[in-house]
């Protein structure tokens, strides 16, 4: 899945930025792979764990990129960014205090998410980027 999905994404002009879109893609294949593997829920959860700590390391990388180059919808994007990551937490806070959430559930949403965000939202500021990375002025 992941493999496909980075093959289709348009690159953004920044390869610092391209090659943690595909890190991310890749973690979400991991889990996905895991959940269909009936993987111990301890080991789902460490994937989860790793897919946010990138997700939040790439999402600093990118902000600084966009405030650098003054991207008009920047306060958005980061308010996007922000509440995946609220959403994800109550989630799994949920499922700590023995939820029914499924990891079904999160992966649905995750992978929404992202898939969305990297095809739409951030496909928004990448003409910017291809411009100011292009001119020398990043
Ligand atoms: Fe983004
Ligand atoms: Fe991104």
């Given amino acids: 899945m992941a493999q496909q999905a980075w ?3 348009v690159p953004t002009g920044v390869p610092e930025i391209d090659r943690q879109h595909r890190m991310i893609l890749e973690r979400l294949d991991f889990l996905d792979q895991a959940i269909r593997e009936n993987q111990a829920e301890v080991v789902i959860r460490q994937i989860l764990t790793d897919l946010m700590e990138y997700a939040r390391e ?8 966009l405030e650098r ?13 922000e509440k995946f ?3 994800i937490g109550a989630l799994s806070a949920q499922s700590d205090e023995g939820g029914i959430v499924s990891p079904e559930r999160v992966f649905d949403y995750l992978s929404s998410w992202i898939g969305h965000h990297l095809r739409v939202v951030d ?9 100011r990375m292009g001119s020398g002025k990043g």
């Avoid at 790439?58 to 990129?65: G, M, N, P």
């Avoid at 991207?71 to 996007?80: G, T």
């Fill in 123 to 131: 496909a928004r500021y990448v003409p910017l980027l291809l411009a």
């Fill in 58 to 65: 790439h999402f600093r990388t990118e902000e600084t990129y």
């Fill in 69 to 81: 180059f003054e991207y008009a919808e920047r306060a958005s994007h980061h308010d996007e960014h």
């Fill in 85 to 87: 990551v609220r959403d």
């Fill in 7 to 9: 093959e289709n994404l």
